[in-house]
């Protein structure tokens, strides 16, 4: 399955992006962010002009191209800067997430080999890194003034050149490190070009972490390569008030985001007018998103308010996006569209789906029994993900490594069945379905409880909802849902049986979710295998805490 639309000739490099819209919108917004309360704005002439700077400052301290330099720093001008600085003088990014544990902070620094570390004010001071920057005294690099033709170096990197190493969010392991070339990147860039067409000067809010694909590569290189101005939310996505707050004050024309904030704000839609009035305002064109399936009882939303929804999927590896839903068709669960322009895709053994193209990454970092175990000669890059291509588009099953067998040997694939829950009912935020060994699946639900909280005013749900103002009423009506899903099962035995609901807010902080807050299992077995083995084993009594479990059997609720 390939896209019919010709990918054509990218630009060569970030560099040669830059240059060229500093030439063409020179005087126009191209980033914000809150200084003192307020939103202060950057010109491109005025990013351009720091980005050089700082390439001299780096050049000048002895780093030259294919040098490695880490990240450790939040969101910010100064942080774009530098990196940007990093890339566009053919030195490579290694970001790493400040909230990861000091040890493996540490640790993956030390893996990467950089030769210096770039910090907002953390305090990094290993002895393994002859160099750290501070980004408090960021006028200090900008103002650094030997070196030469700045512009010749940014032009002149090679397209094959690597522009970052990204380390995965390691939803299934440890973290590995993803090498993506400048032209990686810069094919992505074109192929959205040509299907989204975007104009200079839209406006974006960004709160999606740069160390993440999702947020550093599509959502930021999206809004530089398209000329327009991408704000930064200083609350981090961490507290939908103030990120509404923001929202109502930039006016993103496109928004991306993930579900689980989706979820929060039409929460707040649901007791608020006002909020719902200021997030669909005229200039807004779409919303996209990522990392995870929007539940259909979210999207149906947008849908009556005619703002398309678009859902993309891809992986780190595949810089980040392989395929997209298109603006004009109903979204359908599971289904993620179509390949982009440059981009193959195909359905492997045991129904792998597998992805050629040019936004393939070259390798992991050190790591070639793992690159050799993942892209084969071909070029074809093992995703791991199982799915079929169906007449709407390549369809997502489930992870390939995710999948258990019941006590009868069937094999059952847990992401369907969680994606069926939550589409079936909003007040579910996430679904952890569980059961090796079991004669049917079991499952963990976390609720939505800003959703419960709406429903008091009785103005969210749907037909036939029972707008559950408490848990205790969620735990009776969820029951109902569930054998609707059952009913619809294509058998018998992807029939969830029993499901606890666990009053709990899984965090990025305890590594229960990734950064783009998908759930990460290891952790989610680990946290919760107590939980589990009460349910598996019918101990019901042994729960700790204040733990709801729905039998669809004896159609009962019971409560510790």
Known sequence: ??????????????????????????HMPAFAEKVSGKYKYW????????????????????????????????????????????????MTSVPVFAGYSKGLICELIKFSDVSAVVVDGYRYDAADVPLV???????????????????????????????????????????????????????????????????????????????????????????????????????????????????????PNIFFSVPKIYQEITARMASSKAVERGFFHDGLKFIF????????????????????????????????????TSMDVDRKLGVVGFPMPGVEVKIGEENEI???GPNVMKGYFKQPEATARVLDNEGWFKTGDIGEITEDGLRIISRKDRMFKLSNGEKIFPSVIEENLKA???????????????????????????????????????SGCSFPACLNEFARCLGKCIVDVNHTA??????????????????????????????????IEENFRTFMHSLEVDRINELPGNIYVVELAAESVRRK
């Open 1 to 26: 399955m390939r896209c019919d639309l010709s990918l054509g000739v990218i630009k060569k490099n970030i560099g040669t992006m830059l240059l060229g819209n500093s030439e063409c919108h020179g």
């Open 43 to 90: 010109m491109w002439n005025e990013l351009i002009s720091d980005v050089t700077g700082v390439i001299r400052f780096l050049t000048g301290k002895g780093l030259k191209p294919g040098d490695r330099v880490a990240f450790l720093a939040g969101n910010s001008y100064r942080r774009l800067v530098a990196e940007l600085a990093v890339m566009s003088s053919g």
């Open 133 to 251: 920057f501070d980004l408090r005294f960021f006028d200090d690099m900008t103002k650094y003034t030997p070196g030469g033709d700045i512009e010749h170096v940014m032009t002149g990197v090679d397209d094959d050149s690597l522009a970052v190493i990204m380390f995965t969010s390691g939803t299934s392991g440890s973290p590995k490190g993803v090498q993506l070339t400048h032209a990686n990147l810069m094919s992505q860039q074109k192929a959205l070009k040509i299907l989204w067409a975007p104009e200079p000067g839209m406006r974006f809010l960004c709160y999606l972490p740069w160390h993440h694909s999702f947020g550093g590569l599509f959502e930021r290189f999206f809004a530089l390569s398209s000329g327009g101005c991408l704000a930064v939310d200083d609350s981090g996505g961490k507290n939908v008030d103030k990120l509404l707050e923001n929202y109502l004050e930039i006016k």
């Open 289 to 324: 998103t990522a990392a995870a399936p929007l539940p259909l009882s979210t999207s149906e939303i947008f849908k009556a308010k005619k703002v398309p929804v678009i859902e993309g999927w891809g992986l780190t590896e595949t810089s980040p996006c392989c395929t997209l």
């Open 354 to 356: 597998l992805v050629r």
């Open 424 to 462: 079936k009912c909003r007040f579910i935020k996430h679904a952890y379905v569980f059961g090796q060994g079991q004669s049917n699946p079991l499952a963990i639900i976390f609720p939505n409880t800003e959703l419960i909280e709406a429903a008091r005013s009785g103005e969210c749900g749907g």
């Open 490 to 523: 294509c058998g018998k035995i992807d029939r969830v049986q029993k499901v606890m609901i666990v009053d709990t807010e899984l965090t990025i902080e305890r590594n229960e979710l990734t950064p783009s807050f998908k759930l990460i299992p290891k952790r």
